[in-house]
């Protein structure tokens, strides 16, 4: 309780964000999320039935009140649609804390950052609270902080690679100048990834098609939910210098 998860002015236990795509079923989803321990978990305003009650709606299986909805702006390349969709969350649901992506092309879904800082500084103005899918580039992550988002998210590789985190050295820098939280997010393919970007020192790891696409979902949820405890654990006991040469465990010198 002490190690609470904080963005902005709101408050978390887990330090893992789940997002809701790309399960078989909405059983299934929220099956998975309360294996992975997390509280807040994203939804695709664009694709995701939260309004029409003729159709199965999250709601009914997720309980909005219990955890907290994360609307994303996935599938908008320009920062009107962005702007469309995330007022129209606001408006229908009242979420304020909000996820940005704006993205480039279809192939990489790569962030398209000049429309993302566009809209960003937009969103800001109108006292959203501002999470932002980004690319792992330091100047851009600071550019972002000083319009006002809440969180930088920066991703570790492609969107639904697997690839993990490649570039561990942009996302340390990116770690070390912010004063805003840090959360990988996209190309996380196994529990290893996780636990590595939590011991790089990032205060968050959101997670999707690793979980969802897993051949048990609910099972990766949980290795999900540990990888992150371990890896904050890690990073927070302060970890060892690493050294090319052997070294003695011990001190001393035998007598022979």
């Keep these: 309780m002490k190690d609470l998860f904080r ?15 790309k399960y078989k079923n909405f059983s299934e989803t929220a099956k998975a999320i309360k294996a992975s321990g997390a509280d807040m978990v994203t939804v695709a305003v664009r694709r995701v039935n939260i309004t029409n009650k003729k159709e199965p709606l999250l709601m009914d299986y997720i309980n909005p009140k219990k ?10 390349f320009n920062s009107e649609d962005a702007l469309r969709v995330l007022r129209l969350a606001r408006d229908s649901g009242g979420w304020n804390l909000v996820k940005l992506e704006v993205l480039g ?9 000049e429309e993302t800082l566009k809209c960003a500084k937009i969103l800001v103005k109108e006292k959203f609270d501002v999470m932002v899918y980004c690319s792992d580039d330091p100047i851009a992550c600071k550019q972002l902080e000083e319009i006002g988002v809440v969180a930088v998210m920066p991703l570790g590789s492609l969107i639904g690679s697997g690839h993990g985190i490649p570039n561990k050295n942009n996302i340390k820098l990116i770690k070390k100048r912010s004063k805003v939280p840090v959360i990988v997010d996209a190309g996380i393919g196994c529990a290893s990834d996780a636990s590595i970007a ?4 990032c205060d968050g790891v959101l997670v999707n098609s690793a979980i969802a696409k897993a051949s048990k979902p609910i099972l990766m949820a949980e290795a999900m939910k540990l990888a992150v405890e371990a890896g904050r654990l890690s990073y927070l006991s302060g970890i060892m210098e690493k050294s090319f040469l052997a070294k003695n465990s011990t001190t001393h010198k035998r007598k022979i």
Excluded: H, W
Aim: charged share 20%; with cysteine; net charge positive.
């Design 198 to 201: 939590m011991e790089l020192g």
């Design 67 to 76: 955890i907290r909805y994360l609307p994303n702006t996935a599938g908008c």
């Design 105 to 113: 092309d279809q192939e990489t879904l790569y962030p398209n950052m």
């Design 7 to 21: 963005v902005g002015k709101y408050k978390f236990k887990s330090r893992l964000i789940v997002g809701t795509g």
